[in-house]
């Protein structure tokens, strides 16, 4: 026992050098020179979580350091957003799984503390998800042309898993494109808001890919249409609302997007880093059958143009939630 | 059934055992952890399954998902602190037993009874899933909304003495649980501008804070080191007291398993209708809220009652009832299944071998409780001068846990103060949570409906399910009325004759 506790001390101080050595040589090494921190705006569980873990996972792999996950969830992903635009002692480690939230938040809350697109560096855009114009299987309409015939002569109800989500914003921008009376029902959740679909209760939805993806292979659901610009390789016969195009439809692409951003003072160089590490994780098998597990399709965009496109939807979901009046005063 | 050699074969690994077990251990720590959840372990483990095989992965989560439900309630029961939600209820008789020197008997009596819900829960999910998945189904905002008119009705019994109090209490709980976003409009309801408010109140340092703080505040006024209850370890359950417990234990899971069956409900008002229904049962109702065992029991049957039947949505639609289900159906598709009725015709083995680890989890539940119950209970016999400061110590961590935000510490603190005025003035807590739960769900399928139905009233009445629950509503006001002028007559009887009273 004696020796076994000697041995333990002496272990500990050999450790103890070993950190204070790595601490007094760490300035003179490239970024990474500690821990990444990345942040995920939203609870435990959600999509934004599971693929922040699995990122995290893979890119400790790419980048000499560890990757830590924190949850810091409130007000639709715009507390931790607000927090890292402050940024702070370690915002030279700390990164962001950004998503539609960030957009769309800054067009639903208008008093935040921070500009969405100049306040931050855009690193990666990891994954896309489109959403899918969904009706129950039941439903007299079978094209998309048909829904917005109908919806001119009688108000349709659209179910959404919460204001502000892209799915609810999804449906207020089809009714703002296509002129259309509909009522948007909300739910908590996802979850929540499926059965009002697959029962009827709701007459359509704009719901996330993976979601509604199981029930219209089981037929329980017809797809009208996808939301990406691309038809998605998952629904290949299913067409874009962009290539329908009447009713203003081909003004209508939009995903789920998730990607990663950091604080405006974020070093070049670690973006430089970040992104060829990124790279080397989104060209991993482990990383491609997650998205594909999850109907996605991988990010195309990164710095510049990752910026460019967030400007863009934070102008367009800017114009959608003034004429659907869901903007907070 | 020719697949049954493969069935087993496919569940008698001894990585399967070990998910289980492991699993089990880890929920009923983490659940008695006040602030961590079952949820949140869940979604931790999560990242750790992706490289087992598909069976053990499912059964880890649904391990910690069945141990945190029971564990959350020996917190809940010890030192006045629920470990997660469910366990809110669980505690109002689970604590005054402890004082009263009886915290064994009463983590006893809430294991069984968990593992008794769980495994009617199991046997629900494996025999009726899609019997009940159909229902689930046609239980839209309207039968959602009567639902709740119907707890309603049966959870005013739980507002014993002043009716007043009762009232004030409810009608602050719904107050509270106006805080955060309209959920139609998105506008902002009585957050004062303050974004920590948006997604309204934090429901566990609200439990934490109403509980636990008033106890430290309470000890620390009188200023005297109370004589210890000792005898923690004190008796079990005895076999007459399971057996009158039973029926209460029995209805309280298949409150359990109705609830849990539809998605978005949830553990924790199942808790409170069962106990709510065991104590309007009850023979003497006043020793509820007391310290009495059955209180416990019907407490845990309801909540551990939802666990099973949580999966009957997932498995046979594809559709998550809570988080917890939501993370579980993510690992699913991880390993390239997809949970709904398709699943059920291409992996039948698989299933049936999850069927058999599902009903295990239930046996290892019993032993791991009871072997968290003999360390746990030695808590009771700590002298409060040196567990207090430890429970606080807990409080604070807890309720910055949830969102990682020192504003839920605030929160919980103002709870805190909320509870001790509560207690002093005998305003009772447990209507001011039911406001707290029901309030919102109410007030959503009502407006849910509405908007369905492009505000035409005659929605509410669509249906056999929105029927039956009219009636039993109406019932149930009926029944309330005639217990009130029966009891009015016969007081009045007794102040005519007052030799006879008494």
Known sequence: MKTFLKALSAATCGGAVAMALSVSTAHAEEWPTDDVRLVVPYAPGGTTDVLSRRVADLLQDEIDANVIVENRPGAGSTVATGRLARGGRDADHTILMASPGHTIGAAIYPNLAYDPVEDFVFIQNMIDIPNVMVVPADSPYNSVLEFVEAAKEQNMTFSHSGVGSSIHMSGELFKTLTQTNMTAVPFAGSGAALPALLGGDVDVSFENMPTVFSHIQSGDLKALAVTSAERSEYLPEVPTLKEIGEHNLDQFVTTAWFGLIAHESFPEEATETMQEALNKVMEREEFLSFVEQLGAEPGTVAGDEFKAFIADEVARWDKVAAEAGIRQE | ?502
Request: proline share 5%.
């Open chain 2, 1 to 502: 059934m020719e697949n049954f050699t493969e069935v087993l074969q496919l569940f008698l690994a001894t990585e399967n055992f070990l998910a289980i077990a492991i699993g089990v251990v880890i929920g009923v720590t983490v659940g008695s952890i006040p602030g961590l959840t079952a949820t949140m372990a869940v979604a931790l483990a999560l990242p750790f399954t992706f490289s087992m095989e598909p069976v053990a992965a499912i059964l880890l989560l649904v391990g910690i998902y069945k141990g945190g439900m029971y564990g959350g309630s020996i917190t809940a029961i010890l030192i006045r602190t629920p470990g997660s939600p469910a366990s809110a209820c669980t505690l109002l008789d689970g604590y005054p037993m402890a004082q009263q020197g009886e915290a064994k008997k009463a983590l006893k009596m809430a294991l069984y009874s968990s593992v008794i819900a769980d495994f009617i829960s199991n046997i629900a999910l494996i025999f009726f899933a899609a019997y009940l998945a159909k229902i689930a189904l046609n239980f839209g905002a309207p039968e959602f909304f009567w639902l709740i008119c119907f707890s309603l009705t049966i959870i005013i019994s739980l507002a014993s003495g002043s009716m007043i109090k009762g009232l004030i209490a409810a009608l602050l709980g719904i107050l509270l649980s106006l805080v955060g976003l309209d959920s139609v409009f998105g506008s902002q309801r009585l957050t004062f501008g303050n974004y920590n408010l948006m997604d309204s109140i934090s429901f566990i340092p609200l439990l934490i804070g109403l509980f636990a703080i008033p106890e430290i505040i309470e000890f620390y006024r009188k200023k005297v080191v109370p004589h210890l209850t000792a005898k923690a370890s004190g008796a079990g359950v005895s076999w007459a007291e399971l057996k009158h417990s039973l029926k209460s234990i029995i209805r309280g899971s298949l409150i359990g398993v109705a609830i849990g069956a539809i998605p978005g409900t949830g553990a924790t008002a199942a808790a409170f209708i069962s106990y709510s229904d065991a104590k309007r049962r009850s023979p003497h109702p006043e020793r509820f809220g007391k310290g009495e065992v059955e209180g416990v029991a019907a407490s845990e049957a309801g909540n551990n009652g939802v666990a099973g039947a949580t999966l009957i949505p997932l498995l046979s639609l594809g559709i998550p009832g809570d988080v917890i289900t939501a993370i579980i159906l993510g690992a699913f598709m991880v390993h390239g299944l997809t949970p709904g009725p398709l699943m059920f015709q291409e992996n039948l083995t698989l299933i049936y071998a999850l069927f058999l680890g599902i009903m295990l989890s239930s046996v290892i539940l019993l032993f791991v409780g009871n072997a968290a119950i003999r360390y746990f209970s030695l808590i009771a016999d700590i002298p409060k001068a040196i567990l207090f400061p430890i429970v606080l110590m807990f409080c604070v961590y807890g309720a910055y846990a949830v969102n990682n935000d020192t504003f839920d510490v605030w929160l919980m603190l103002a709870f805190g103060l909320l509870g001790y005025v509560f207690n002093r003035t005998g305003i009772p807590a447990a209507p001011f949570l039911i406001g707290f739960i029901l309030g919102p769900m109410f007030e959503d399928n009502l407006r849910r409906s509405l908007l369905i139905g492009s505000n035409d009233l005659s929605i509410f009445m669509r249906g056999p399910i929105t029927w039956f629950f009219i009636a039993l509503t109406v019932g149930s006001i009926l029944l309330a009325l005639y217990r009130f002028m029966t009891s009015r007559h016969k007081a009045k009887r007794r102040a005519d004759d007052p030799g006879k009273g008494a």
